[in-house]
Nanobody
C-alpha cells in the first residue's frame, strides 16, 4: 500500500524559506514519478514541480528559480525546498506519486495516482 506523508509546512514572512518533506512507504521512490502540487482557497490545483525516475525535473513558471525538488532514495523521501517565498505561494501543498506515469511533469502533478494528505504553507507580507 502506497502512503505519502507530508511535513514541514508552516507560516513564514515573504522572502523566507521552508522545506517540505514527503515520506513515502509501500514503494521505492527511485522507480516512481514524484511531484508536488498546491491548492489555494478558491483556486484550482496547480502543479509545482516534478522529478522523474531518471532524476529529470520540471517546474511551474511561477516557482522556477525559487523552488527545488529533490529526493533521497535511501530515505524514500521527497523534498521541496522553497526560497524567496511570496504571499501568492500560500496554499496546501500535496506530494504525489505514480509508477509508469504517462507524463512526469509539473503540469501533471495532480493527475498522479497517489497523494498525501497535504501540508499548509502560509506566507505573510
Amino acid at each position: 500500500q502506497v502512503q505519502l506523508v507530508e511535513s514541514g509546512g508552516g507560516s513564514v514572512q515573504a522572502g523566507g524559506s521552508l522545506r517540505l518533506s514527503c515520506a513515502a512507504s509501500g514503494y521505492t521512490t527511485s522507480s516512481y514519478c514524484m511531484a508536488w502540487f498546491r491548492q489555494a482557497p478558491g483556486k484550482e490545483r496547480e502543479g509545482v514541480a516534478a522529478i522523474d525516475a531518471d532524476g529529470s525535473t520540471t517546474y511551474a513558471d511561477s516557482v522556477k528559480g525559487r523552488f527545488t525538488i529533490s529526493q533521497d532514495n535511501a530515505k524514500n523521501t521527497l523534498y521541496l525546498q522553497m526560497n524567496s517565498l511570496k504571499p501568492e505561494d500560500t496554499a496546501v501543498y500535496y506530494c504525489a506519486a505514480e509508477s509508469d506515469a504517462v507524463v512526469c511533469a509539473s503540469d501533471y502533478a495532480a493527475t498522479l495516482a497517489y497523494w498525501g494528505q497535504g501540508t499548509q504553507v502560509t506566507v505573510s507580507s
